[in-house]
């Protein structure tokens, strides 16, 4: 199933690397208060060793990070790291961030997050600033 899921998302990556204009197009709507404007997707696949050269498994790295605009313009972004065979005891364990962002200036946005992950014993909402350089 690994090989797969592995195949699939290289199959995607491939047909995204020779397409010019991306796979997810903008959308607006004719009145400019609806929207949606893709900033980056990305998949990335790893094989995973620790210092000593131990194997640990393999990783799928998805990042979507998309603007949508209802009357004020928003960013969510999306960010899940799934591991296979990574940590020890744990056969199949994730880390996932799913954020809004408000941008205030082009130097300073507000923004709210939920963590979720096998690696702590409850989820976490995050609420915080953002100052971009």
């Not at 929207?35 to 620790?50: A, C, R, V």
């Not at 603007?67 to 296979?84: A, Q, R, V």
Request: a neutral charge.
């Amino acid at each position: 199933m690994r090989q797969l899921v592995l195949l699939v998302c290289m199959g995607i990556l491939m047909t995204a690397a020779s397409s010019r204009a991306g796979i997810i197009p903008t959308w607006e709507s004719p009145s400019k208060k609806l929207g949606f404007y893709p900033i980056t997707n990305e998949i990335s696949l790893y094989k995973s060793y620790d210092d000593g050269g131990r194997d640990r498994g393999q990783t799928v790295q998805i990042i979507s990070i998309n603007s949508i605009k209802l009357l004020t313009t928003f960013t969510i972004e999306f960010t899940g790291d799934f591991n296979y065979d990574y940590t020890p005891g744990l056969s199949n364990d994730h880390y996932m961030e799913l954020g809004v962002v408000k941008h205030i200036t082009n130097f300073f946005s507000l923004n709210v997050q939920r963590v979720m992950t096998t690696f702590g014993d409850r989820h976490v909402n995050q609420y915080g600033v953002r100052f971009s350089f």
